[in-house]
T-cell receptor, first 114, second 115 residues
Framework: AQSVAQPEDQVNVAEGNPLTVKCTYS??????LFWYVQYPNRGLQFLLK????DNLVKGSYGFEAEFNKSQTSFHLKKPSALVSDSALYFC????????????WGAGTKLIIKP | ETGVTQTPRHLVMGMTNKKSLKCEQH?????MYWYKQSAKKPLELMFV???????ENNSVPSRFSPECPNSSHLFLHLHTLQPEDSALYLC??????????????FGEGSRLTVL
C-alpha cells in the first residue's frame, strides 16, 4: 500500500541551528515528492518538489530536501533555522494510480526557539 | 496572496442549516480541489474537478455537495452536517498539463464549526 510517514509530531530547534524534518514514503514506481508548509491560520504553501534528476532539491525560504531512493526518504532541511520558520510541515507523494491524488503525511510541527 | 480566495474564512452552523463555501482562483488553472483538514491527520481529498467535470469523489457523505460552474469557481454546499464535520476546508487548484508533477495552490481555508 502507498503511504507517507512523518515520524515526528513535533521538532524543536534553537534559532540558528540546522533543522531536519523527516519524511519516508512507500510507493511502487518512481515517486513524485512534495513538501508544503502551513503557517498559523493559513492555507498550505508549496515549498519544493522532487520529480527527477538531482537528489538535492532547493526550494523556497532557504529550504532544501534530499531524495534518498534506497532509504525511501525525502527529509526537509535548512542550514540555519529562523523563528519565522515555525509552522506545520507536510510531506506528500503522488498517488501512482491517480492524476489528482496526493498521499499526505500527518504533518510535523516545527518550533524554532529564539 | 496565493491567487486562490476562499469565503467565508469562518463559519458556524447548526446541524439543520444549509450553507455554502466558495472558492475562486485567478491563476488560469483548470483543476480545482476540496480538501478537509483535521488536526493531526493527513489531508483528506474530497472532490476534484478538471475542466468543470468531477473526476474524483472520495466516498464523501452526500451532506457535502460540490459545484463547479466554471473553471474559476468552486463551491461546497453543506446540509445537515454533523459535529464531526467541524474542520478546516481547503480549496486548491493546479495548472493545466502539470497535474501529476505540478504543485497545488491552496486558499487560506474556511474554518467550519458545526454545533
Amino acid at each position: 500500500a502507498q503511504s507517507v510517514a512523518q515520524p515526528e509530531d513535533q521538532v524543536n530547534v534553537a534559532e540558528g541551528n540546522p533543522l531536519t524534518v523527516k519524511c519516508t514514503y512507500s510507493v511502487s514506481g518512481n515517486p513524485y515528492l512534495f513538501w508544503y508548509v502551513q503557517y498559523p491560520n493559513r492555507g498550505l504553501q508549496f515549498l519544493l518538489k522532487y520529480i527527477t534528476g538531482d537528489n538535492l532539491v532547493k526550494g523556497s525560504y532557504g529550504f532544501e530536501a534530499e531524495f534518498n531512493k534506497s532509504q525511501t526518504s525525502f527529509h526537509l532541511k535548512k542550514p540555519s533555522a529562523l523563528v519565522s520558520d515555525s509552522a506545520l510541515y507536510f510531506c506528500a507523494v503522488r498517488d501512482q494510480d491517480s492524476n489528482y491524488q496526493l498521499i499526505w503525511g500527518a504533518g510535523t510541527k516545527l518550533i524554532i526557539k529564539p | 496572496e496565493t491567487g486562490v480566495t476562499q469565503t467565508p474564512r469562518h463559519l458556524v452552523m447548526g446541524m439543520t442549516n444549509k450553507k455554502s463555501l466558495k472558492c475562486e482562483q485567478h491563476l488560469g488553472h483548470n483543476a480545482m480541489y476540496w480538501y478537509k483538514q483535521s488536526a493531526k491527520k493527513p489531508l483528506e481529498l474530497m472532490f476534484v474537478y478538471s475542466l468543470e467535470e468531477r473526476v474524483e469523489n472520495n466516498s464523501v457523505p452526500s451532506r457535502f455537495s460540490p459545484e463547479c460552474p466554471n473553471s474559476s469557481h468552486l463551491f461546497l454546499h453543506l446540509h445537515t452536517l454533523q459535529p464531526e464535520d467541524s474542520a478546516l476546508y481547503l480549496c486548491a487548484s493546479s495548472p493545466p498539463s502539470a497535474t501529476r508533477t505540478g504543485e497545488l495552490f491552496f486558499g487560506e481555508g474556511s474554518r467550519l464549526t458545526v454545533l
